[in-house]
Protein backbone atom coordinates (compact mmCIF):
# COMPACT_ATOMS: atom_id res chain seq x y z
CA UNK A 1 0.00 0.00 0.00
CA UNK A 2 1.33 3.13 -0.91
CA UNK A 3 0.67 6.62 1.33
CA UNK A 4 -1.15 8.35 -1.46
CA UNK A 5 -2.66 8.25 -4.74
CA UNK A 6 -3.29 11.46 -6.65
CA UNK A 7 -6.15 11.09 -9.66
CA UNK A 8 -5.79 13.35 -12.41
CA UNK A 9 -2.49 15.36 -13.75
CA UNK A 10 -4.50 18.70 -14.68
CA UNK A 11 -2.82 21.77 -12.81
CA UNK A 12 -4.76 20.51 -9.25
CA UNK A 13 -3.45 17.14 -9.62
CA UNK A 14 0.22 18.45 -10.34
CA UNK A 15 0.15 20.85 -8.27
CA UNK A 16 -0.24 17.90 -5.36
CA UNK A 17 2.19 15.88 -6.96
CA UNK A 18 4.87 18.49 -6.51
CA UNK A 19 3.90 19.08 -3.04
CA UNK A 20 3.66 15.36 -1.58
CA UNK A 21 6.90 15.17 -3.85
CA UNK A 22 8.46 17.87 -1.40
CA UNK A 23 6.96 16.33 1.65
CA UNK A 24 8.57 12.91 1.02
CA UNK A 25 5.27 10.99 0.42
CA UNK A 26 5.05 7.68 -1.70
CA UNK A 27 3.04 8.61 -4.03
CA UNK A 28 1.20 7.39 -7.79
CA UNK A 29 -0.15 10.25 -9.97
CA UNK A 30 -3.16 8.72 -12.25
CA UNK A 31 -3.85 10.27 -15.26
CA UNK A 32 -6.73 8.47 -17.41
CA UNK A 33 -6.55 10.32 -20.70
CA UNK A 34 -4.18 13.52 -21.60
CA UNK A 35 -1.42 14.50 -18.72
CA UNK A 36 -2.17 18.20 -18.24
CA UNK A 37 -5.83 17.74 -19.19
CA UNK A 38 -8.00 20.81 -20.04
CA UNK A 39 -4.85 23.22 -20.00
CA UNK A 40 -4.14 21.82 -23.77
CA UNK A 41 -7.29 23.28 -24.94
CA UNK A 42 -6.60 26.26 -23.50
CA UNK A 43 -5.93 29.20 -26.40
CA UNK A 44 -4.01 31.77 -24.43
CA UNK A 45 -3.13 32.19 -20.76
CA UNK A 46 -2.56 35.90 -19.32
CA UNK A 47 -3.31 35.56 -15.87
CA UNK A 48 -1.38 32.78 -14.50
CA UNK A 49 1.30 34.55 -12.42
CA UNK A 50 5.56 33.89 -13.91
CA UNK A 51 4.48 32.81 -17.28
CA UNK A 52 4.77 34.82 -20.32
CA UNK A 53 1.64 36.78 -21.51
CA UNK A 54 -0.51 35.03 -23.69
CA UNK A 55 1.17 31.85 -23.56
CA UNK A 56 -0.67 28.88 -25.12
CA UNK A 57 -2.32 26.33 -23.25
CA UNK A 58 0.00 23.15 -25.19
CA UNK A 59 3.19 25.68 -24.11
CA UNK A 60 2.36 25.80 -20.42
CA UNK A 61 1.58 21.92 -20.60
CA UNK A 62 4.96 21.00 -21.41
CA UNK A 63 6.38 23.44 -19.07
CA UNK A 64 4.43 21.55 -16.52
CA UNK A 65 5.85 18.68 -17.46
CA UNK A 66 9.00 19.34 -17.49
CA UNK A 67 9.03 20.75 -14.15
CA UNK A 68 7.57 17.20 -12.52
CA UNK A 69 9.90 15.39 -15.14
CA UNK A 70 13.17 17.41 -13.39
CA UNK A 71 11.55 16.31 -10.26
CA UNK A 72 11.50 12.28 -10.90
CA UNK A 73 7.46 12.16 -10.96
CA UNK A 74 5.53 9.79 -13.19
CA UNK A 75 2.28 10.06 -14.48
CA UNK A 76 1.12 6.50 -15.02
CA UNK A 77 -2.18 6.14 -17.10
CA UNK A 78 -4.52 4.27 -15.31
CA UNK A 79 -8.38 5.01 -15.24
CA UNK A 80 -9.51 4.72 -11.84
CA UNK A 81 -13.08 3.39 -12.26
CA UNK A 82 -14.10 3.35 -8.65
CA UNK A 83 -13.13 4.25 -4.89
CA UNK A 84 -13.70 2.04 -1.90
CA UNK A 85 -13.07 2.60 1.38
CA UNK A 86 -11.39 0.41 3.34
CA UNK A 87 -10.27 -0.08 7.22
CA UNK A 88 -6.40 1.06 6.51
CA UNK A 89 -7.31 3.90 3.27
CA UNK A 90 -8.67 3.63 0.09
CA UNK A 91 -9.05 0.51 -2.86
CA UNK A 92 -8.65 2.16 -6.22
CA UNK A 93 -10.29 -0.15 -9.17
CA UNK A 94 -9.30 -0.29 -12.63
CA UNK A 95 -10.75 -2.40 -15.42
CA UNK A 96 -7.22 -4.61 -14.92
CA UNK A 97 -5.93 -4.12 -11.21
CA UNK A 98 -6.55 -2.97 -7.69
CA UNK A 99 -4.60 -0.45 -5.68
CA UNK A 100 -3.85 0.62 -2.03
CA UNK A 101 -3.43 3.83 -0.68
CA UNK A 102 -3.91 5.23 2.46
CA UNK A 103 -4.78 8.63 1.23
CA UNK A 104 -6.89 9.98 -1.56
CA UNK A 105 -6.86 13.41 -3.26
CA UNK A 106 -9.25 13.15 -6.33
CA UNK A 107 -8.30 15.87 -8.60
CA UNK A 108 -10.55 14.82 -11.81
CA UNK A 109 -11.62 18.17 -13.39
CA UNK A 110 -14.78 18.49 -15.48
CA UNK A 111 -16.19 17.89 -18.67
CA UNK A 112 -18.08 20.48 -21.12
CA UNK A 113 -21.38 19.67 -21.09
CA UNK A 114 -24.01 19.26 -23.99
CA UNK A 115 -26.88 21.22 -25.14
CA UNK A 116 -29.07 17.61 -24.21
CA UNK A 117 -30.95 18.39 -27.80
CA UNK A 118 -31.73 15.90 -30.21
CA UNK A 119 -29.31 14.48 -32.88
CA UNK A 120 -26.77 16.62 -31.00
CA UNK A 121 -24.29 13.16 -30.59
CA UNK A 122 -24.82 12.37 -34.27
CA UNK A 123 -23.35 15.49 -35.02
CA UNK A 124 -20.36 15.77 -32.69
CA UNK A 125 -17.43 15.33 -34.96
CA UNK A 126 -19.46 16.56 -38.13
CA UNK A 127 -19.94 20.05 -37.22
CA UNK A 128 -20.58 20.27 -33.45
CA UNK A 129 -17.75 20.58 -30.95
CA UNK A 130 -16.73 21.16 -27.52
CA UNK A 131 -13.54 22.65 -28.03
CA UNK A 132 -12.75 25.51 -30.56
CA UNK A 133 -8.68 25.18 -29.81
CA UNK A 134 -9.41 21.61 -31.25
CA UNK A 135 -11.42 22.09 -33.82
CA UNK A 136 -11.82 25.51 -35.05
CA UNK A 137 -8.93 25.47 -37.54
CA UNK A 138 -11.24 22.89 -39.79
CA UNK A 139 -13.54 26.10 -40.06
CA UNK A 140 -11.08 28.57 -41.74
CA UNK A 141 -13.47 31.15 -43.55
CA UNK A 142 -16.81 29.72 -42.79
CA UNK A 143 -19.60 30.36 -40.50
CA UNK A 144 -19.69 29.12 -37.26
CA UNK A 145 -21.29 29.53 -34.01
CA UNK A 146 -20.61 29.13 -30.23
CA UNK A 147 -23.03 28.62 -27.68
CA UNK A 148 -23.05 29.92 -24.34
CA UNK A 149 -22.46 33.79 -22.18
CA UNK A 150 -19.43 32.94 -20.12
CA UNK A 151 -15.42 33.48 -20.51
CA UNK A 152 -15.24 30.25 -21.98
CA UNK A 153 -17.47 31.00 -24.66
CA UNK A 154 -16.31 34.59 -25.10
CA UNK A 155 -13.30 33.24 -25.62
CA UNK A 156 -13.84 30.58 -28.31
CA UNK A 157 -15.60 33.03 -29.94
CA UNK A 158 -12.91 35.53 -29.99
CA UNK A 159 -10.14 32.69 -30.87
CA UNK A 160 -12.77 31.23 -33.94
CA UNK A 161 -13.27 35.24 -34.83
CA UNK A 162 -9.28 35.13 -35.84
CA UNK A 163 -10.06 31.78 -38.27
CA UNK A 164 -13.96 32.35 -39.53
CA UNK A 165 -15.44 34.77 -41.63
CA UNK A 166 -18.33 35.08 -39.38
CA UNK A 167 -18.62 34.16 -35.52
CA UNK A 168 -22.54 34.33 -34.47
CA UNK A 169 -22.50 34.22 -30.35
CA UNK A 170 -26.05 32.44 -29.12
CA UNK A 171 -26.69 33.27 -25.48
CA UNK A 172 -30.04 32.56 -23.51
CA UNK A 173 -29.76 36.07 -21.66
CA UNK A 174 -29.22 39.77 -22.68
CA UNK A 175 -25.99 40.25 -21.27
CA UNK A 176 -23.15 38.31 -21.14
CA UNK A 177 -21.48 36.12 -17.58
CA UNK A 178 -18.35 36.80 -18.98
CA UNK A 179 -15.11 38.68 -17.79
CA UNK A 180 -15.93 42.31 -18.55
CA UNK A 181 -12.77 42.79 -20.73
CA UNK A 182 -13.64 39.26 -22.57
CA UNK A 183 -17.41 40.92 -23.35
CA UNK A 184 -15.90 44.10 -24.33
CA UNK A 185 -13.73 42.54 -26.82
CA UNK A 186 -16.57 39.90 -27.97
CA UNK A 187 -18.92 43.19 -28.67
CA UNK A 188 -16.05 45.39 -30.47
CA UNK A 189 -15.50 42.33 -32.89
CA UNK A 190 -16.30 42.86 -36.12
CA UNK A 191 -17.19 39.28 -37.41
CA UNK A 192 -18.79 38.60 -34.29
CA UNK A 193 -22.54 39.00 -34.14
CA UNK A 194 -24.51 38.52 -30.45
CA UNK A 195 -27.61 36.83 -31.09
CA UNK A 196 -29.32 37.60 -27.47
CA UNK A 197 -32.35 35.61 -26.12
CA UNK A 198 -31.57 32.93 -28.12
CA UNK A 199 -31.56 29.03 -27.64
CA UNK A 200 -30.73 26.29 -30.18
CA UNK A 201 -33.57 23.87 -30.30
CA UNK A 202 -32.57 21.54 -32.93
CA UNK A 203 -29.78 20.97 -35.65
CA UNK A 204 -30.57 20.00 -38.96
CA UNK A 205 -27.77 18.72 -41.55
CA UNK A 206 -26.30 15.85 -44.20
CA UNK A 207 -23.30 14.45 -43.07
CA UNK A 208 -22.56 17.63 -41.65
CA UNK A 209 -24.40 20.24 -39.51
CA UNK A 210 -26.05 22.94 -41.54
CA UNK A 211 -28.81 24.83 -39.76
CA UNK A 212 -29.20 25.35 -36.17
CA UNK A 213 -33.07 26.00 -35.46
CA UNK A 214 -33.44 29.02 -32.64
CA UNK A 215 -35.82 29.83 -30.44
CA UNK A 216 -36.28 32.87 -28.95
CA UNK A 217 -36.68 33.10 -25.02
CA UNK A 218 -38.68 35.60 -25.06
CA UNK A 219 -41.38 35.33 -27.59
CA UNK A 220 -40.61 31.99 -28.48
CA UNK A 221 -40.41 32.94 -32.20
CA UNK A 222 -38.53 30.53 -34.14
CA UNK A 223 -35.41 31.03 -36.84
CA UNK A 224 -33.09 28.98 -38.61
CA UNK A 225 -29.29 30.10 -38.87
CA UNK A 226 -27.30 28.70 -41.47
CA UNK A 227 -23.76 27.53 -39.85
CA UNK A 228 -21.18 25.55 -41.03
CA UNK A 229 -20.02 24.46 -36.58
CA UNK A 230 -21.74 25.02 -33.76
CA UNK A 231 -19.20 25.32 -30.81
CA UNK A 232 -20.86 24.37 -27.50
CA UNK A 233 -19.18 25.89 -24.36
CA UNK A 234 -22.05 26.34 -22.02
CA UNK A 235 -19.97 24.89 -18.89
CA UNK A 236 -18.83 21.92 -17.33
CA UNK A 237 -20.22 19.10 -15.20
CA UNK A 238 -17.89 17.39 -13.14
CA UNK A 239 -15.52 14.07 -13.04
CA UNK A 240 -17.18 12.99 -10.06
CA UNK A 241 -19.11 9.56 -10.59
CA UNK A 242 -16.35 7.40 -8.84
CA UNK A 243 -16.73 9.03 -5.77
CA UNK A 244 -20.52 9.01 -5.89
CA UNK A 245 -22.39 7.39 -2.26
CA UNK A 246 -18.40 7.84 -0.76
CA UNK A 247 -18.49 12.02 -0.36
CA UNK A 248 -20.96 14.30 0.28
CA UNK A 249 -21.72 16.45 -3.90
CA UNK A 250 -23.40 19.58 -4.25
CA UNK A 251 -26.59 19.34 -6.53
CA UNK A 252 -24.58 19.35 -9.60
CA UNK A 253 -22.23 16.68 -8.69
CA UNK A 254 -19.15 18.77 -7.84
CA UNK A 255 -17.39 17.76 -4.81
CA UNK A 256 -18.06 19.90 -1.35
CA UNK A 257 -14.63 20.47 0.56
CA UNK A 258 -13.72 22.53 3.33
CA UNK A 259 -10.86 25.35 3.82
CA UNK A 260 -8.45 22.46 3.98
CA UNK A 261 -9.82 20.55 0.90
CA UNK A 262 -10.90 18.04 2.99
CA UNK A 263 -14.24 16.35 1.67
CA UNK A 264 -17.03 14.60 3.65
CA UNK A 265 -14.73 10.97 3.35
CA UNK A 266 -12.31 10.84 5.47
CA UNK A 267 -8.94 10.55 4.09
CA UNK A 268 -10.16 11.74 0.98
CA UNK A 269 -9.08 14.97 -0.18
CA UNK A 270 -9.99 16.99 -3.71
CA UNK A 271 -8.94 20.12 -5.67
CA UNK A 272 -9.80 21.96 -9.03
CA UNK A 273 -12.91 22.02 -11.05
CA UNK A 274 -13.91 18.86 -9.20
CA UNK A 275 -15.11 20.39 -5.92
CA UNK A 276 -17.65 23.09 -5.76
CA UNK A 277 -16.30 26.83 -5.40
CA UNK A 278 -16.86 30.41 -6.91
CA UNK A 279 -13.64 31.05 -8.85
CA UNK A 280 -12.18 28.27 -11.29
CA UNK A 281 -9.02 29.87 -12.66
CA UNK A 282 -5.67 27.54 -13.50
CA UNK A 283 -4.60 29.76 -10.37
CA UNK A 284 -6.87 28.46 -8.02
CA UNK A 285 -6.75 25.14 -9.29
CA UNK A 286 -3.51 24.70 -8.05
CA UNK A 287 -3.57 26.53 -4.78
CA UNK A 288 -6.49 23.52 -3.89
CA UNK A 289 -3.84 21.42 -5.47
CA UNK A 290 -1.27 22.74 -2.77
CA UNK A 291 -3.52 22.54 -0.20
CA UNK A 292 -4.72 19.30 -0.79
CA UNK A 293 -1.52 17.85 -0.52
CA UNK A 294 -0.66 19.27 2.31
CA UNK A 295 -3.33 17.87 4.07
CA UNK A 296 -3.06 14.75 2.71
CA UNK A 297 0.52 15.15 4.23
CA UNK A 298 -1.12 15.53 7.85
CA UNK A 299 -3.41 13.10 7.81
CA UNK A 300 -0.76 10.53 6.84
CA UNK A 301 1.57 11.55 8.95
CA UNK A 302 -0.58 11.54 12.34
CA UNK A 303 -3.24 8.24 11.78
P1 LIG B 1 -20.14 29.26 -17.12
O1 LIG B 1 -19.43 30.39 -16.51
O2 LIG B 1 -20.94 28.36 -16.26
O3 LIG B 1 -21.07 29.85 -18.26
C1 LIG B 1 -21.91 29.01 -18.98
C2 LIG B 1 -22.71 29.86 -19.94
O4 LIG B 1 -23.51 29.00 -20.74
C3 LIG B 1 -23.63 30.85 -19.25
O5 LIG B 1 -23.66 32.05 -19.96
C4 LIG B 1 -24.99 30.15 -19.28
O6 LIG B 1 -26.05 31.04 -19.40
C5 LIG B 1 -24.89 29.36 -20.57
N1 LIG B 1 -25.63 28.11 -20.50
C6 LIG B 1 -25.59 27.16 -19.53
N2 LIG B 1 -26.39 26.14 -19.85
C7 LIG B 1 -26.94 26.44 -21.04
C8 LIG B 1 -27.84 25.77 -21.90
N3 LIG B 1 -28.33 24.56 -21.60
N4 LIG B 1 -28.19 26.37 -23.06
C9 LIG B 1 -27.69 27.59 -23.37
N5 LIG B 1 -26.83 28.27 -22.61
C10 LIG B 1 -26.46 27.69 -21.46
O7 LIG B 1 -19.14 28.28 -17.92
P2 LIG B 1 -17.73 28.61 -18.63
O8 LIG B 1 -17.81 29.83 -19.44
O9 LIG B 1 -17.34 27.32 -19.28
O10 LIG B 1 -16.77 28.86 -17.40
C11 LIG B 1 -16.64 27.85 -16.38
C12 LIG B 1 -15.75 28.40 -15.28
O11 LIG B 1 -14.41 28.53 -15.77
C13 LIG B 1 -16.18 29.80 -14.81
O12 LIG B 1 -15.95 29.88 -13.44
C14 LIG B 1 -15.24 30.71 -15.56
O13 LIG B 1 -14.98 31.92 -14.90
C15 LIG B 1 -13.97 29.87 -15.67
N6 LIG B 1 -13.22 30.25 -16.88
C16 LIG B 1 -12.32 31.24 -16.75
C17 LIG B 1 -11.60 31.67 -17.87
C18 LIG B 1 -10.61 32.79 -17.72
O14 LIG B 1 -10.35 33.20 -16.59
N7 LIG B 1 -10.02 33.31 -18.78
C19 LIG B 1 -11.84 31.09 -19.11
C20 LIG B 1 -12.80 30.08 -19.21
C21 LIG B 1 -13.51 29.68 -18.08
P3 LIG B 1 -26.47 31.99 -18.17
O15 LIG B 1 -25.45 33.08 -18.15
O16 LIG B 1 -27.82 32.45 -18.53
O17 LIG B 1 -26.44 31.11 -16.96
Redesign the pocket.
Given at each position: MSELAIIGSGIAGITSAIYAKRANLDFSLYEKKLPCGQINY?ER???FPGTSYGIKGMEFSQILLNQINDLGIKIENKQITGIEKTKTGFRLHTAAEVLEHKAVILASG?A??N??IEKEAQFAGRGISYCAVCDGFFFKDKTVAV?????????DALYLAGIAKKVYL????D?????DY?ARQVESKSNIEILWNK??IEIKGGDFIEEAILQDTKTNIKTTLRINALFV????KPNTQIIRGLADLDYQGFIITDSEMRTSCEGLFAAG?CIKK?????ITCAAEGAVAAMSAHSYIKHK
Open positions: IIDNAPKLGVGGGNSACEIHRRELRAFLIVAIGYDTVRQL
